[in-house]
């Protein structure tokens, strides 16, 4: 089965720009999680989506959105970027996501100059 | 709120040698545990898990993980490591019926010297 699949790999924006970035979970699985990883932070829960309806949301300002599509797909969105948003973008898929184990994908690597 | 503590940033063993990574976490509810490894530009790999039953989890690598709820803690250990265990580690947790999702350590970076 395959596994959790992000795009792209990497990124460069600038400042002020927008970003779009996908997660296509493994198959099967309706559950899909997004965190930041960043050196002085660490792991960052962003959201969940469950069904097409986010369920649950982390403590990040309103220019860090996202949406999942009927294909359990997901993609998270951050407007505005600012400097401090370059990072990790790692997303997770389970299948009910209640306390089930999450599977990572490879990561977005966003830089913002 | 969960919150979980890795007492070590780096731990340096050698190969071969025994290790322990330790993790603790507070929380006054029924609580999940992982422990997940992250090599070099990669993404998160699953070692193991604890949700009940035997507190003493056995995960994949060689790796195992012992649940103490009377000292919150679940901490990683292998008796032997290989070169190829040089990774960072990362203890989560995810509390029953909790509004976010993992929790996650600020990671402990592990570094096998030959």
């Known amino acids: 089965k395959a596994g959790v699949t992000q795009t792209p790999r990497y990124l460069i924006k600038t400042r002020g720009q927008q970003v779009t970035l996908s997660c296509s979970p493994i198959?099967?699985?309706?559950?899909v999680s997004w965190y930041q990883q960043t050196p002085g932070q660490g792991l960052q829960f962003l959201f969940e989506?469950?069904?097409?309806?986010?369920?649950n949301k982390g403590n990040f300002p309103g220019r860090f959105s996202g949406r999942q599509f009927s294909n359990s797909r997901s993609e998270m969105n951050v407007s505005t970027l600012e400097l401090g948003d370059s990072a990790l973008y790692l997303c997770?898929?389970?299948?009910?996501?209640?306390?089930?184990?999450?599977?990572f994908g490879p990561g977005t690597r966003l830089t913002v100059l | 709120a969960q919150s979980v503590t890795q007492l070590d940033s780096q731990v340096p063993v050698f190969e071969e040698a025994p290790v322990e990574l330790r993790c603790n976490y507070s929380?006054?509810?029924?609580?999940?545990l992982f422990w997940y490894v992250q090599y070099p530009n990669q993404g998160l790999q699953l070692l193991l898990k604890?949700?009940?039953?035997?507190?003493l989890v056995k995960g994949i690598n060689g790796f195992e993980a012992e649940f103490n709820k009377s000292q919150t803690s679940f901490h990683l250990r292998k008796p032997s490591v290989h070169i190829s265990d040089t990774a960072e580690y990362f203890c989560?947790?995810?509390?029953?019926?909790?509004?976010?999702?993992?929790?996650f350590g600020k990671g402990t970076k592990l570094t096998v010297n030959p």
């Open positions: 997770a898929s389970s299948t009910t996501g209640d306390t089930d184990t999450q599977y």
């Open positions: 198959s099967g699985h309706r559950s």
């Open positions: 989506y469950f069904s097409e309806t986010q369920r």
């Open positions: 929380s006054s509810v029924s609580v999940y």
């Open positions: 604890y949700l009940s039953g035997s507190t």
């Open positions: 989560a947790a995810n509390s029953q019926g909790g509004s976010e999702k993992l929790v």
